[in-house]
């Protein structure tokens, strides 16, 4: 497969070919991380949506499997099934009687989309454009999948919201362990609700409660997740965060993902607080592996945003998910935040570092020639301090005419920012130039940021992760500079060091 094209991801899972979007079917299993995506197997716009796949066993290095789930269609071509996003368990119990001795049934659990007035082969009817949550499981690891015949298992919305059959969406199930019970949790896009249901074998399903609207409810809700985190390391102290996507009305505008820091008693949400889970465009779909070794939660979203997703410059493939996120819940400043960092085993791509140590930073510009990497991936770790500068911070992607990507911090506003108005070709939508902040404090007088450069993205993680902003970009070809820079005064980064990035792929 050839993974070395100049806009091609280093960092982060692109398929070899055609169109891609939200992560789905997250789970770990026998040494395996799964990650299966919203795939058009014909061709590089959305379409035809079937279910992609990949494995990894640290979740940076990732090889391509055949499809699991392929767009079903009838004698004169038109689809009768496409299989929308969802999520997959382990049912290690074998609660759902689908597995066998020694070979544990993988379930996936997903949205069946019928386009047409159709019959199904066991006798049953469904009516265009329905939305039903359905099972398929596999004995073989994901490499092979059986439709349950019993689909859908969840053929409509609850009863008040009958009229919403066609909106009803993107299942994510986990196992509740203090009651031995199933939990999904899904959409109800255009009413900005979630619905939970439990279940005791995966195939019957209760409906329990609704969450929402709440929060941000300027599209449509999208692909949600439900999952506990200790607070600041202490298991005993945890709280329920629920991820919520939505498209359009996102921070930097069309899609964005939020989350709800609240309690789960096991039948119902109740939320205390909501934030932005990335202020950047480039951020959708975030839902998070089930199963990860240790109790880690580790989280992944689309980098792309519908706005643009269909425009973006045109290669063999369009559309890739994000570096894998490690989350936490901390106290900070009094109040409880999710932090993300990218996955501890980005340390192991670091080749030895192009520039080390802190220093100041003079008003202007100030080029570091030997930043750069053969894969065109960095590592940049700082600890900025904007002193009297009114804007500081670090320019990559630089080339001729002042293009690049813009990292840095605005001291009058109180914001990272990221501003990729020049940051190489923008002409396939009027959105794309744009510049994209949220709101963060220094911390005795600094802010520590830690940004990953790829070949068409920037991500910035500021302070503990609490603050993080995704972008995608499109340099030219041999923008790949460095340059520190301040404005309106001189700054100082009281540490700094840059690493470059082998690719994932080699
Ligand atoms: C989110 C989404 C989901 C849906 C899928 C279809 O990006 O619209 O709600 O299941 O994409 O591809």
């Known amino acids: ?187 109800l896009a255009h009413r900005h609700k979630t619905v939970l249901y439990s279940s005791t074998d995966l195939r019957n399903w209760r409906y329990m409660s609704e969450f929402g609207p709440a929060g941000a409810v300027g599209g449509m809700w999208e692909c949600p997740d439900l999952f506990e985190l200790a607070v600041d390391g202490d298991p005993a102290r945890s709280k329920w965060v629920m991820v919520m996507n939505l498209n359009p009305g996102g921070p930097a505008g069309g899609s964005g993902a939020q989350y709800f820091v609240g309690r789960f008693d096991g039948a119902t949400f109740q939320a205390e607080r909501d934030e932005w889970l990335d202020g950047g465009a480039d951020f959708y779909a975030a839902v998070s592996w089930n199963g990860a070794p240790d109790g880690r939660r580790v989280l992944l979203g689309w980098m792309s945003n519908w706005l643009y997703a269909h425009d973006l410059p045109a290669a063999a493939w369009r559309g890739a998910q994000s570096v894998p996120r490690e989350l936490g ?91 990729r108005r020049n940051a190489g070709d923008a002409s396939f939508h009027a959105a794309f130039a744009a510049r994209h902040a949220a709101p963060m404090a220094l911390r005795d007088g600094a802010i520590r940021l830690r940004i990953l450069v790829d070949r068409s993205s920037v991500t910035v993680f500021a302070g503990e992760g609490e603050l993080t902003l995704s972008s995608q970009v499109f340099p030219r070809a041999g923008s790949d500079g460095v340059a520190l820079f301040a404005e309106g005064g001189a700054a100082e980064l009281r540490a700094l060091q840059i690493w470059p990035l082998a690719s994932i792929w080699a």
């Open 1 to 187: 497969a050839e993974y070395d094209q100049p806009h091609r991801p280093q960092l982060s899972y692109t398929p070899e070919r055609n169109w891609m979007n939200d992560p789905n079917g997250l789970v770990h299993h026998d040494g395996e991380y799964h990650m299966f995506y919203q795939y058009n197997p014909n061709g590089a716009g959305w379409g035809d949506m079937s279910w992609g796949h990949a494995v990894s066993p640290d979740l940076l290095h990732w090889r391509e499997l055949p499809l699991a789930l392929t767009v079903e269609k009838d004698d004169k071509g038109g689809v009768t099934q496409m299989f929308f996003s969802g999520s997959a368990v382990v049912d290690t119990d074998n609660t759902s009687g689908l597995g066998q001795p020694g070979k544990p049934a993988m379930v996936a659990m997903y949205t069946s989309v019928y386009p047409q007035d159709f019959t199904l082969a066991n006798g049953r009817r469904v009516r265009a454009g329905q939305q039903s949550q359905s099972l398929a499981y596999s004995l073989d690891k994901g490499r092979s999948w059986t439709q349950y015949a019993g689909n859908p298992v969840i053929e409509q919305p609850p009863a008040p919201y009958a009229d919403e059959y066609r909106e009803f969406r993107d299942p994510k199930v986990f196992w509740y362990a203090p009651e031995r019970k199933w939990v999904m949790v899904a959409v």
């Open 329 to 419: 819940l901390r106290t900070i400043d009094g109040q409880v935040r999710l932090t993300q960092q990218p996955v501890t085993g980005f340390d192991g791509l670091r080749r030895a570092a192009v520039a080390r140590g802190g220093r100041a930073v003079a008003e202007g510009v100030t080029p570091l020639p030997q930043a750069r990497g053969p894969a065109g991936a960095l590592d940049i770790d700082m600890l900025l301090a904007p002193g009297g500068a009114a804007r500081a911070g670090v320019t990559v992607h630089a080339g001729p005419n002042g293009e690049g990507t813009v990292v840095g911090y605005d001291r009058e506003r109180g914001e990272v920012y990221v501003d």
